[in-house]
């Protein structure tokens, strides 16, 4: 493959790839990295681009797509597979590159790798999309691509738990002596390999995210804020898997004021908060439109709504929203990455010399991630989290409660018995272990940015984090 995005014209915006290497770049320069050593980490290692046709409804098509794996300094690589009608190469290597920092950000022991197909989902059927994402499965094992040890896709924009099932049972079909098969893909239904609360996790991940950005009064203050979530007026583009689950969650347990929801068809405004769940409903009987919902103000331009008047606006569409077109009117205190590469390298600077605080998606969005990481050793641990000492930690609860009641003599309230008796199963440590998770990768981004004085920029300081935990292991195998 010819070598991509070394340098554009002034007057050219800069491809997606050239957006997520120039930010890396800002970290190369702070850590000192030897230009050599910084070429090898942004490079991608390899590309692999097929053509197959399939017959649909009598007539042969040929589909396009790709696999692209951006680093193998831990494997598996690992990276979702998105079906969209403006998929291509640039995109694919650039969304692969932001797994490998997104995964060494938030210590999970991945390598970086993306995968798309260039088509629109809605023009096919099931049983057609179904013969397609076999055959594109077949495509990727038989290059080396698909693999539970060295390549792990899941599901991304136009793709879920259903086509993560059909790949791993293609897979298993191919390799029908491979006991770890059901390790090949994560993002699959429960009954079928996948683990509780993979669905929602990059949106409670955002969730997490935004919680712990607000237990530190003090860069809540520096933000321009103050205060806790509950208080804030919240815009949110895209009400997709990440974008619902993430308003929902903030709705129903951090009681935010969700005030406007950018759709592709335009975008819903009220002041006093859109009910979440009514809305998801709306789409559903609308083909995905927020166009007739009653209770909000409609307006078909839904590009201005990323510069309403808000605290917190939270792009979860897809990349370059906002760009350096548009930034400089953007008016909220504090942005939340939940999409991949939603603000342009322009636009950032932008937004920084503003005074606007940005939360980045190589942390914002890790949920996904981290939670495939723990379906994946789920799967190749051939047992459930939680089914072996649930039951243990429940008998223990009991006798706590007992020895309670035996000591003050008097009884223990129900919801103290429901709580210390509680023994935690699958859902409850999948919870827990992203919380961690997201908490942990705040501070390390937190102390990176005190460390080096890089004022608001969260960016650069979970670049930061990233590079130096890749560099090293780099220096361990002794690339350098």
Known sequence: MPARNKHKNNNQPLSFSGNVNRMADRAFGILAIEPGVAESIKACNSVLQVRFPVNIRGRLEVFTGWRAVHSTHRLPAKGGMRYAAV????????????????????????????????????????????????RFTRELVRKGFLNPATNVPAPD????????????????????????????????????????????????????????????????????????????????????????HAARLLQEEDNARITAIIERDGVLMNDAGINIERVHQHMHENSGCVQGYPDATFSDNGAAGLELQCDILIPAALEAQITAA???????????????????????????????????????????????????????????????????DELRGQHMISALESLTGQQVPEWMVREITHGADELDLVRSGLDDTMRLGYQEMQQALEEHELGNDYRTAAYVVAISKIARSYLDIGVY
């Open 87 to 134: 998929v291509d190469q640039d995109e694919i290597e650039a969304l692969a590159a932001l797994m490998t920092y997104k995964c060494a950000l938030v210590d999970v022991p991945f390598g970086g790798s993306k995968g798309g197909l260039c088509l629109d989902p809605g023009l096919y059927d099931r049983h057609e999309l179904q013969l397609i994402t076999r």
């Open 157 to 244: 924009v136009g793709t879920g738990e259903r086509e993560m099932a059909w790949i791993a049972d293609t897979y298993k079909h191919l390799e029908p002596d491979n006991i770890n098969y059901l390790a090949c893909v994560t993002g699959k239904p429960v009954h079928h390999g996948g683990i509780r609360g993979r669905v929602e996790a990059t949106g409670r991940g955002v969730v997490y995210a935004m919680r712990e950005f607000f237990r530190n009064p003090a860069t809540v203050k520096a933000a321009g804020l103050s205060g806790g979530l509950g208080d804030k007026r919240i815009v949110i583009q895209g009400l997709g898997n990440v974008g619902y």
């Open 326 to 392: 548009n930034a400089a009117r953007i008016k909220a205190s504090l942005i939340v990455e939940a999409a991949n590469g939603p603000v342009t390298f322009e636009a950032d600077a932008i937004l920084r010399n503003n005074g606007v605080t940005v939360l980045p998606d190589a942390y914002v969005n890790a949920g996904g991630v981290t939670v495939s990481y723990f379906e994946w050793i789920r799967n190749l641990g051939h047992i459930r989290f939680g089914r072996m000492e649930r039951r243990f």
